[in-house]
């Protein structure tokens, strides 16, 4: 095989990934500060921001419950959270630690200080999707709770070994 063929391969299968998440519009929509998209709520965060208020949907109103909830790796705690339908759901989103960039030698090695810490995506059809939530950072996500249902939630952004174990469940009752 020639040596030019990998390099050329691997630049073609990106552009055809690329053409292909613009067809089925897979980026996430930009927004500026405090404004809200129909039908998604993505707010990302850098690891400098302090805080981020998420609104999702019309105007919310006084929260109806607010959960406190501690990000730190590997866990959300409480990872089940309960809510009744309608009510205005804030959740406060504290992070305990920054993810990779505290584990021992790997900022150092590899320099994920921008890209370190933890996401939080609740899926189904609340899609709230918040990153930058590192140790001393609080998110704030306000929401209306209208959907009955088991949804999951999850960890965005590749924090530790045991990534995949962050993960819980909003629980929304009649």
């Known amino acids: 095989m020639k040596a030019w063929f990998l390099p050329i391969f691997l630049v073609v299968v990106l552009i055809a990934a690329v053409a292909y998440a613009a067809a089925l519009n897979l980026s996430p929509a930009a927004a500026a500060p405090g404004e809200l998209i129909s039908g998604t709520k993505r707010w990302p965060g850098t690891w400098n921001d302090e805080t981020i208020r998420v609104d999702a949907g019309e105007d919310l109103g006084e929260p109806d419950v607010t959960i406190d909830i501690n990000v730190l790796r590997p866990v959300f705690a409480p990872n089940e959270i309960r809510v009744k339908q309608g009510q205005v759901v804030r959740l406060l989103l504290h992070g305990q630690d920054s993810g990779l960039a505290d584990m021992p030698g790997v900022d150092e090695a590899i320099g994920l200080v921008e890209f370190s810490g933890h996401g939080f995506q609740l899926l189904g059809p609340y899609d709230i999707w918040v990153t930058g939530i590192r140790a001393g950072v609080t998110r704030e996500v306000n929401f209306r709770a209208d959907v009955v249902g088991e949804f999951a ?9 045991q990534h995949y174990l962050m993960s ?7």
């Open 153 to 161: 939630f999850e960890c965005t952004v590749f924090c530790s070994p």
């Open 168 to 174: 819980g469940v909003l629980i929304v009752e009649p």
